[in-house]
């Protein structure tokens, strides 16, 4: 995977979820961060991706079955 993907969503994490909040302990991080990385997969649309989801884009590739 291209490192430029990852930095992206390492930044839209840190910017969207864990510089907005004060986490009270490991397990409410977790959740939280959980939480953000679903929505952006699964509701957050992506201009990159022609306003679309990660996962709608994802759903729509011609896969291969597994053999």
């Known amino acids: 995977m291209d490192n430029v993907l990852i930095e992206r969503l390492w930044r839209s994490l840190k910017y969207e979820c864990v510089y907005l909040n004060a986490f009270d ?25 022609k306003d679309s989801t990660p996962h709608e884009v994802y759903e729509e590739m011609d896969l291969p079955l597994a053999a």
């Open 25 to 49: 302990n490991l397990c409410d991080a977790a959740g939280r961060i959980g939480n953000s990385m679903m929505y952006y997969h699964l509701q957050r649309p992506h201009s990159s991706l």
